[in-house]
T-cell receptor
């Protein structure tokens, strides 16, 4: 099993450009999440999904959109990138609350994004 | 507001020198406290979940404990491969709009174990 994979690994954008980050998981998890990690700050939740076709806002959703058309994929979009969105982005997944390990989040390797 | 404070920010140990990392938290109605390990350039890797004061969990050289105000990650006789950043997180009863209970992460303790 590959676990959680993310593409791309690195990206440089100019202010105002758009891009999509792709997250895929092969563990049949219901829940998926997008976080950002910045120096001196803890991981912050951007958006999440509790199942195929559902999305919801997290702590810092402004400037981002998401879609979960298939259970295994969770896409994060930046419509008009800003320098403040320079960060490392992590995708994660977890089983449903019915699972004994539902609190355990499995993280991808991250995408390092720089917005100039 | 939920808060998680980890100390120290960085810790340098000699191989075999045991120590503890601290995670102090403020949350009303703790649902769970989590420890993760993060290697440079990688995503966090789950280690433990603790649910109530007095609970302890162990994995190899790591032992996590929980009180009503803080958690400790004890590292016994560490090896260089234990070098990583250790993250603490707490889950609160408050939910986001879609029903997921909020998890607040600390900024981590960067551990370096020297041979």
């Amino acid at each position: 099993n590959a676990g959680v994979t993310q593409t791309p690994k690195f990206r440089v954008l100019k202010t105002g450009q758009s891009m999509t980050l792709l997250c895929a998981q092969d563990m049949n998890h219901e829940y998926m999440y997008w976080y950002r990690q910045d120096p001196g700050m803890g991981l912050r939740l951007i958006h999440y999904s509790v199942g195929e076709g559902t999305t919801a806002k997290g702590e810092v959703p402004d400037g981002y959109n998401v879609s979960r058309l298939k259970k295994q994929n969770f896409l994060l979009g930046l419509e008009s990138a800003a320098p403040s969105q320079t960060s490392v982005y992590f995708c994660a997944s977890s089983p449903t609350p019915a699972s004994p390990s539902y609190n355990e989040q499995f993280f991808g390797p991250g995408t390092r994004l720089t917005v100039l | 507001e939920d808060q998680v404070t980890q100390s120290p920010e960085a810790l340098r140990l000699q191989e075999g020198e045991s120590s503890s990392l601290n995670c102090s938290y403020t949350v009303s109605g703790l649902r769970g406290l989590f420890w993760y390990r993060q290697d440079p350039g990688k995503g966090p890797e789950f280690l433990f979940t603790l649910y109530s004061a007095g609970e302890e969990k162990e994995k190899e050289r790591l032992k996590a404990t929980l009180t009503k105000k803080e958690s400790f990650l004890h590292i016994t006789a560490p090896k260089p491969e234990d070098s990583a950043t250790y993250l603490c997180a707490v889950q609160a009863p408050r939910t986001y709009s879609g029903g997921y209970q909020k998890v607040t992460f600390g900024t981590g303790t960067k551990l370096q174990v020297i041979p």
